[in-house]
């Protein structure tokens, strides 16, 4: 399995590795980068569940894509493995994460 590791050192903090990211990334002329995350997860999700479902998928809720309580067994079952995907192309260990890109 993927993913046991977190990407953020043992000896940081995740605000501590976000002020590094950010500060070496805007030293390099780069600026608000984790957005782009944001787009690429939201992107994703609707690539993995229009090709879980051929062609019937749908937009993730944070992009006005249908909420939890709206979706069928079948459909929360493409959901869950649209998040599994997205964690683990992430580099996270834990699918709760992609909550805050997807909704």
Known sequence: MVGK???IP???TYRQQRERYDYLTHKN???KLHG???A???RRYEVITNEMTKGYGWKPPIAGGPTPS???AYEKHIDY???LMISQELGHSRVEIIRS???
């Open 5 to 7: 590791e977190s990407l």
């Open 10 to 12: 043992k000896d940081l």
């Open 40 to 42: 690429y997860a939201q």
């Open 29 to 31: 002329g780069f600026h």
């Open 81 to 83: 493995q649209a998040r």
């Open 36 to 38: 782009l995350r944001h």
């Open 101 to 103: 890109y997807c909704g």
């Open 70 to 72: 709206q979706l069928n």
